[in-house]
């Protein structure tokens, strides 16, 4: 095909700078900001994808100084380092720091007067991104805010104003529905960009691309080949300094109805006619369509929650889950879940597709995983073939991203043993260009106006449906989760959910 791009990936990468901009961060004073937000931007600015006629101000609660702010996020650039000193210097000049309450009106006054100043002074022409990083119970506020104050719109000759918001978008489906309604009521659909990092990842991209870009496939992605697909999000790390926000989300809302409903949903969906963000976004919100909602006698048999206790990872001893810093002493909140879903459309119908994400668990892993059928006929006898495991394509989203085929080969040798091996694709042999991290595609992504890997409004209110009667039934349940030992998989009682059906968990 030459230097011409396929028509199904046309327009799904813009490689271009964005437009002068006044990023206004909402939260600045939190750990996102510093951890992932402000390395993204010095990366996007080192990488020349920001205009020099950048600016980034900063509202937070906290009374800090514009030099302390300053300081604060050139040490967070440092910590990720190496810094490019022109691309911090071009960032430095332009960055602010408005402190005050979310709902203060002085707040936005006083934003006002900065934007203002910055669309003088280093040329950010009207347009606005604000990116909403707060606690969400602010988000509704903010936006409110700013539409009473008129900043909602670019200002004069500005092209655009857009709001990012993170998750987790609302606490349920009622809520979700109602803090988009608010939204509305101040922006356009196509001004709100709901991100979900996991989006931004290269190899949960790759999905996409290994399915859609491939003839070989596509032909055995559905219930005649495949016996069940795991999709696993692990990690090591306990909830750390986040009680205050994990205690009220728990694994269901931080994981569950985001992260995990997303790479199901990029998994199972349908080819798209083209990437345009409709093409992807109709075809995931299809595929969330079809996923069978639970009863709630379901949510007892199909769904596992549970808690880590103290326990070994690492060689090290770690507190249980009701020990760390601000965690309630009788708290219910599960930091595993563990469920069996169906898929019920003309592709799926019948396949099981298991899912589970926990804290503390023996290692950091996200993946993919489709177990293939047996043949109709293995010709040979049982004890050939005693090492023979199912098919299994195993797509590993992080760490060590890659692709692993798992199928059966002779074993060298004057008999006729069969074995499983595994064919294995890595992503940093292949490739030796570092990815970009998550936040800074997604950022340059809402920059240049390409919603195709945010959450449109009906997505993220499906992904609620799903999860809602899990919602419902651990509210009226008074028996808390199942308690396992940090460093292990789970519950024993997760093992149980496949055991019925004779598979198991991958170990990754
Ligand atoms: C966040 C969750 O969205 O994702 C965290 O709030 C979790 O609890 C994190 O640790 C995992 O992201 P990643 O990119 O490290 O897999």
Redesign the pocket.
């Given at each position: 095909m030459g230097e011409t791009t396929h028509p199904l990936f046309e327009g799904l990468r813009i490689e271009r700078a964005a437009a002068p901009v006044a990023i206004v961060i909402f939260g600045a004073s939190g750990d996102l900001t510093s951890r992932k937000l402000m390395p993204a931007l010095h990366a996007l600015m080192a990488g020349h994808q920001l205009s020099p006629s950048t600016a980034v101000v900063g509202v937070g609660r906290s009374e800090l100084s514009e030099d302390h702010f300053r300081e604060r996020m050139r040490k967070a650039v440092d910590e990720i380092g190496p810094v490019d000193e022109r691309a911090w210097e071009s960032l430095a000049r332009g960055l602010r720091y408005v402190a005050g309450g979310y709902d203060h009106q002085a707040t936005y006054r006083r934003l006002e007067e900065v934007l203002c100043d910055l669309d003088e002074r280093v040329g950010t022409a009207g347009n606005r991104l604000y990116y909403l990083s707060t606690p969400p119970g602010v988000f509704a506020t903010a936006v409110r805010r700013l539409g009473q104050h008129g900043l909602h719109r670019p200002a004069g000759g500005g092209q655009f104003a857009r709001v990012v918001i993170e998750?987790p978008f609302g606490r349920d489906l009622d809520s979700a529905i109602e803090l988009d309604r608010a939204l509305h009521e101040v922006l356009d659909e196509d001004q709100i960009y709901r991100i979900d990092?996991y989006l931004g990842k290269e190899t949960v991209q790759n999905v996409l691309a290994l399915r859609f870009a491939n003839i070989i496939f596509e032909p055995v992605w559905n219930r005649r080949y495949v016996d069940s697909v795991q999709i696993t999000v692990a990690?090591s790390?306990g909830v750390g300094h986040r009680a205050g926000f994990y205690e009220e989300a728990g694994a269901l809302r931080?994981?569950v109805q985001n992260?995990l409903m997303q790479v199901l949903a990029l998994m199972a969906m349908e080819p798209p006619a083209s990437m345009s963000p409709k093409g992807i976004r109709d075809e995931k919100v299809k595929a969330l369509e079809a996923v069978d909602i639970l009863s709630p006698a379901k949510v007892a048999t199909e769904v596992v929650r549970g808690q880590y206790r103290r326990g070994w990872l690492g060689g090290e001893e770690v507190q249980g889950y009701l020990e760390e810093p601000d965690v309630h002493p009788a708290s219910h909140t599960e930091t595993y879940v563990a469920m069996r879903l169906q898929v019920d459309n003309w592709r799926w119908s019948g396949v099981p597709f298991y899912l589970r994400t926990g804290k503390r668990l023996p290692r950091r892993v996200?993946e993919v995983a489709l177990r293939f059928n047996q043949v109709p006929h293995l010709p040979f006898a049982p004890t050939q073939a005693a090492g023979l495991g199912p098919n299994a394509l195993v797509l590993r989203i992080?760490p060590d991203e890659g692709i692993t085929l798992r199928f059966g080969a002779k074993v060298p040798g004057q008999a006729f043993d069969v074995r499983s091996v595994s064919m294995d694709f890595s992503y940093g042999a292949a490739f030796p260009e570092e990815p970009p991290e998550a936040y800074e595609r997604l950022l340059h992504d809402a920059l240049v106006g390409d919603p195709t890997l945010f959450i449109r409004t009906d997505e993220v209110e499906q992904a609620w449906r799903i999860v809602q009667p899990l919602l419902d039934a651990w509210a009226d349940d008074p028996a808390p989760p199942l308690p396992y030992p940090a460093g292990t998989w789970g519950p024993e009682r997760a093992d149980q959910l496949l055991a019925d059906n004779g598979r198991e968990w991958r170990r990754p």
């Open positions: 998750k990092h990690e790390g931080d994981i992260h996200t992080q």
